[in-house]
């Protein structure tokens, strides 16, 4: 199978290379930032373009541009007559941003991808949607090819999981943030709390995060809390997550 | 070294399984819930007592109570005249509520406990305090025995430790308790989310959370943002929770 990636950012950086790396053959990489869209297209390559009428044929084109970018995107496809799979690889996006296009599709990879980051995609399930059986079946085999399998999901329920993993992933990491910053506080290292944040994480995926949660909210320990309030003093953006949090851990288990 | 054991509840089970493996000496285990303490004692092949007068004697008692209660146990213990080191494994619990016990320390382990659940505790590291230098090198020889080593820290420090642990631990929980029940109503498994979540922990300690963090908050995505709270609706603790951490996520990033 051969195909396009429209698209430089991380998203489309951390696909087109295990793509490549796992046999399939990227034709073009399009992308409006030249530099960006030539060193990707020279690492797995292909052609660099920054026109969709420059764009080579392909099986399949994956649209890994900002969600604002995916309608205009998909409307210059569409004109230029380009053929074969047109997927996006957004989470809060429904397949409906590529129409006109026919064969429409949504490759999404749930996971976080930063710049640099080294990540293993065989590990990361992807959720995959099309609009005819034919596209459906290829989005599936790639996703097979370079993750760990595909879900089926239409686009509600895409958006309700994309929603989940800014939970899980977005607001955790930014709760690890102000974590940090107490251990800097203490003086120290942020490197003390992993093996606790490891075991949290595989405690929530064993036994359910209902029956994992543990600490002062969950026993609704006045005392502790009064005490932590006090080393956050007037740190009001702390303050305002610690209540915000702690008011719903209480609420949770009935015990306020 | 031989050991005493005060409590039965997780802390306390945890430890004494550990020291117990570790060739370490369980001489009693002292618990007003006294059928937890039999069946304590009975795993670990010490005596249950209910009891400080009837505690065997021991080179270190440790205390794995409830934080209220340590002050009351410590008093106990010594009008009992009970000999060794006594230490408390409580993190945000002072020393000093030992007092006046003389060679009073502390043997915090950074890690969260439930019941039954499986726990390697040579990965957990241990924050460490005495009133004196060989209660400390005791305590810190338990550490280095049954966990990743001892980390010296005052009661200041290990009160600011422990805002961190919940911070890290206890609300990154509750945000994937949170996660698992948008997960439910896109009729999708929770498990889906776990890669994705051990990899924000993986780049989080890897690269920073500052650097690590990604989302429609990151980017004030305001459009996305807008989807998610309309995905919320009526639910007004998650929407109370979901405003809070992204106005303190954009505020970090200053691009509000």
Chains 1, 2 share one sequence.
Not at 5 to 14: D, F
Not at 26 to 35: D, P, Q, Y
Not at 157 to 174: D, K
Not at 181 to 210: C, H, N, Y
Request: charged share 20%; with cysteine; net charge neutral.
């Amino acid at each position: 199978m051969t195909v396009n990636i429209v698209g430089s950012g991380n998203v489309a950086t951390h696909l087109a290379k295990a793509l490549s790396e796992k046999g399939f053959e990227i034709k073009g990489v399009l992308s409006r930032a030249k530099e960006h869209a030539q060193s990707l297209a020279c690492e797995v390559r292909a052609v660099a373009v920054d026109s969709v009428a420059d764009m080579p044929q392909a099986d399949l084109t994956l649209v890994a541009v900002p969600d604002d970018a995916i309608c205009g995107v998909a409307k210059a496809i569409h004109s230029a007559g380009v053929t074969g799979v047109v997927a996006h690889t957004s989470g809060a996006t429904s397949v409906d941003a590529l129409r006109p296009i026919a064969h429409r599709g949504v490759l999404y990879p749930c996971m976080t991808f930063s710049k640099n980051d080294r990540i293993d995609l065989r590990r990361c399930p992807f959720l995959v949607e099309a609009a005819d059986a034919d596209s459906l079946d290829a989005l599936k085999s790639v996703a097979c090819a370079i993750g760990s399998g595909a879900t089926e999901c239409d686009s509600d329920g895409r958006a309700r999981l994309h929603l989940a993993a800014v939970l899980a992933s977005n607001f955790t990491n930014h709760m690890l943030l102000m974590a940090q910053r107490a251990m800097t506080q203490a003086g120290l290292p942020f490197d003390l709390l992993r093996p606790l944040v490891e075991q949290t994480i595989a405690k929530a995926f064993t036994m359910s995060p209902f029956d994992a949660q543990t600490g002062p909210a969950r026993r609704n320990d006045a005392k502790t809390m009064e005490r932590h309030r006090e080393l956050i003093g007037g740190d009001m953006r702390l303050r305002g997550l610690y209540d915000a949090l702690t008011a719903s851990i209480i609420k949770t288990y009935g015990n306020g």
